[in-house]
């Protein structure tokens, strides 16, 4: 009962979501024919070291790796690392800021079921609904670049969805810490996206852009995945295992939080 009632609430808000994605990912495809002619002389204005070689990915001259490169860039680093972290964000206050703001919580609570319970019901259907359209819409980036002439192995395109649905995770499990102690969704929403903003500015500026947990989620890592030289095992042992760890250490102090929280 209570996954159905959270996917209820969170039903369209999903659709929004999964539209967004879809429609970075058509309009990614759709611009590399152009893009890929004016590469040349947009290399000529890379400013920073790690954006000229995001420039040298796509201008390279074998025509698989300049395309992997690319959409690596668009569908992982800018695509889901934006549009997927501020779900991940709303998601997480919708957990049990809003229940609280409200005044439904004491409605939730009353039921004959445990706090854990409670959370991990509302966790999981709204992690769900953060994770697959991650899936199906790089999935979908598969079958659009056959309309122009490009192809995105099925493997590698998994993978790299796979491990930036778990970076996203991450921002879910942040913010369902802070939406147990939050009285209002506007309060997460405020912490976690100043939190991403902070290392964002991190990510941004080379001489300390390696403190930055972007670092884990960023072209560096998906252009080697889409090429086929990042597997999965290598990935998770010296990426995805902290990825993994913070989150469910995250999310334990949530429910131990939740615990103890007061409506």
């Known amino acids: 009962m209570i996954a159905w009632k959270t996917w209820r609430e969170a039903r369209w808000l999903t659709l929004l979501y999964a539209i967004l994605l879809e429609a970075g990912v058509i309009v990614s495809v759709l611009m590399w024919p152009w893009l890929r002619d004016q590469a040349p002389a947009l290399a000529k204005l890379a400013p920073a070291q790690f954006i000229r070689r995001w420039v040298e990915g796509i201008t390279s001259p074998d025509a698989d790796a300049a395309y992997g490169a690319y959409m690596a860039l668009q569908l992982f680093f800018k695509g889901v690392n934006v ?35 409670i959370l991990w019901a509302r966790f999981w259907v709204l992690g769900t609904a953060l994770v697959v359209p991650i899936l199906l819409t790089s999935w979908s980036a598969i079958p659009l670049s056959w309309t ?41 929403v405020a912490v976690v996206g100043a939190i991403a903003v902070f290392e964002v500015s991190l990510y941004f500026v080379q001489e300390i852009r390696n403190t930055s947990v972007f670092r884990l989620s960023d072209y560096d890592v998906y252009a080697p995945i889409l090429a086929g030289n990042l597997g999965l095992g290598r990935l998770f042992v010296t990426r995805g295992v902290w990825l993994l760890t913070a989150s469910v250490a995250a999310y334990a102090i949530a429910d131990r939080c939740f615990a103890k929280a007061k409506l």
């Open 83 to 117: 549009v997927g972290l501020c779900f991940a964000v709303v998601f997480g206050a919708l957990l049990v800021a809003r229940e609280r703001e409200n005044h439904t919580l004491e409605f939730l609570l009353a039921r004959p079921l445990s706090r854990s319970r």
């Open 148 to 188: 122009i002439d490009e192809n995105l192995p099925f493997g590698t395109v998994t993978i790299g969805a796979v491990y930036n649905a778990l970076f996203c995770v991450l921002f879910f499990a942040v913010s369902a810490l802070f939406s147990v102690r939050a009285r209002t969704q506007l309060q997460v």
